[in-house]
């Protein structure tokens, strides 16, 4: 795919997928696949394999080969599949030179989590990968310390995509866009539909999601309000999903893809629990209260659950 079409596809929103486990706890491909035919049934813009809330940190290198693969599958072409890749510089290039092997549209890189990472060689990490791929690179930046120099060299380089851009730091966001050449990565919310408002007026374009896995008409609905410039319909939108956003933030985010994978279940679809260091599962309190909300969602026809959801329900 080419870099000005994927810029494109970067515009709107980049769901990220769950990943589903087996009852031994190994990658379940067809189950997998399933997520993402569902994510893309529903019209979402760019599908991001193995993301954070793919669990990528959790996955081993084949493991994530594997998630590549039932994304390909299951999107089946319907919308451009971002494969993640990441850990160090040389195990990146390799995923993404598999990514390519499989028809992937782009990869994405996360972050280095290297404790002595230095900022500006971050960037050189993230422009190393860029010059050996040979499909177009979406830049995830999570830390803070970047200088305006930093960002702008990374939004430069010919060969990436977009930055999504995962932090709060909206002073360097808005000093970097306008730094950047225009016709250069596009600069994309991070932090998913609560800040996608406040990242569209610093300038930013599109935003990520893992509420696309449950509620992507939501998800579309934030988007589309945003795109017309209806702030004020984001926002009545946004403070419809701030409990379940919040409810993700606990533990100081170690809830955040566990609620996810709950509310998947809910809708009928068993992906299995979240393999630690994260949240396994939710605690009674957590799922009953997670469960009201998402019934209310479903009376209001925000999410459409399946017929095996009540059989799940029971189960649970």
Known sequence: MSIAIMRKALTGVSGVPVTAYDGKGDVEPRITAQV????????????????????????????????????????????PVTAAIGRSLREAIGMARDAAAIAASAVMSHQPVDPFAAPSAQIDYFCNLADACVLPLIAYVRAEGFAVADIVRLANHGNIAGIKFATTDLMLLSRAIPAADPNGALFVCGLAESWAPTFTAAGARGFTS???????????????????GDFGRARAIVNKLEPFERMRTKFRNGANVTVVKEAVTYAGLDVGPVRVPGLPRLDQHDREELHRLLEGWETDGDIRSDPGRQDAKAAG
């Open 36 to 79: 993402y035919g569902r994510v893309a049934a529903a019209g979402i813009h760019n599908i991001v394999a193995a993301g954070n809330t793919g669990e990528f940190y959790a996955l081993t290198p084949q493991e994530i080969r594997i998630v590549h693969e039932a994304a390909v599958s299951g999107v089946d072409g319907r919308a």
């Open 210 to 228: 893992g509420l696309v896995n449950v509620a992507p008409k939501l998800s579309l609905a934030v988007h589309d309000a945003l795109e017309k």
